[in-house]
């Protein structure tokens, strides 16, 4: 059993900003990739950004200057860091984890961007 639990998310204005966190727990001996995805309504779920374990990250051109990840091994936990946050940026934001051939899910959370 692996459990994803995410923090964070919540109503901001455009060019706020928020700090989300999701911290992995249970059967996660080979946890690699973790990082983040976001679903905004009547849309398709996309990728944010990734990271690896040695740190190698990856992130949406949408958000590359405004958005950082990183991760603390010793806990387990991801962490993305969005400024500049725009009204396109609201969407449910999901912590994703890769432990070997597996893909892990958390439950999600809203960041809405609204004045």
């Known amino acids: 059993q692996v459990q994803l639990v995410e923090s964070g998310g919540g109503l901001v204005q455009p060019g706020g900003s928020l700090r989300l966190s999701c911290a992995a727990s249970g059967s996660i001996l080979s946890l690699n990739t973790m990082g983040w995805y976001r679903q905004a309504p009547g849309k398709q779920r996309e990728s944010v950004a990734t990271?690896?374990?040695?740190?190698?990250?990856n992130s949406a051109d949408s958000v590359k200057g405004r958005f950082a990840i990183s991760r603390d091994n010793a806990k387990n936990t991801v962490y993305l860091q969005m400024n500049s946050l725009k009204p396109e940026d609201t969407a449910v934001y999901y912590c994703?984890?890769?432990?070997?051939?597996?893909?892990?899910w958390g439950q999600g959370t809203q960041v809405t961007v609204s004045s």
């Open positions: 990271i690896t374990r040695d740190g190698s990250t």
């Open positions: 994703y984890a890769r432990i070997l051939s597996s893909s892990h």
